[in-house]
């Protein structure tokens, strides 16, 4: 089992940065791929960014390509989201995900094994 806890959200103006972390304990953490969803007020969670479980592969939802980053230090079981640029359409709950051996390309999160409770990320206009 592995469990995921985030951190790093808070409140940003648009056109801000923030750094979200994810702290996974457990089992294996380098066997997991990771990704970040997010889920905004009345709105369905949507897949942010996946990484293979070794690294390497990433995969980054339209909305974001370009401005976040997704990268992991499975020495030290973290995942990381860098959001650069943040506009108010990103204001949502994030939450990190593991699944295991994935390939880093998966956006479906029925697919996702284990989640975190959420970390809430609010732009300012």
């Known amino acids: 089992q592995v469990q995921l806890e985030e951190s790093g959200g808070g409140l940003v103006q648009a056109g801000g940065s923030l750094r979200l972390s994810c702290a996974a304990s457990?089992?294996?953490?380098?066997?997991?791929?990771m990704a970040w969803f997010r889920q905004a007020p009345g709105k369905e969670r949507e897949f942010v960014a996946a990484?293979?479980?070794?690294?390497?592969?990433?995969t980054y939802a339209d909305s974001v390509k370009g401005r976040f980053t997704i990268w992991r230090h499975n020495a030290e079981n973290i995942l990381y989201l860098e959001m650069n640029s943040l506009k108010p359409e990103d204001t949502a709950v994030y939450y990190c995900?593991?699944?295991?051996w994935g390939s880093g390309t998966t956006v479906d999160q029925g697919e996702y094994d284990y989640w975190g409770q959420g970390t809430q990320v609010t732009v300012s206009s």
């Open positions: 990484i293979r479980w070794g690294g390497g592969t990433t």
């Open positions: 995900a593991a699944e295991s």
């Open positions: 457990g089992h294996m953490f380098s066997s997991y791929a």
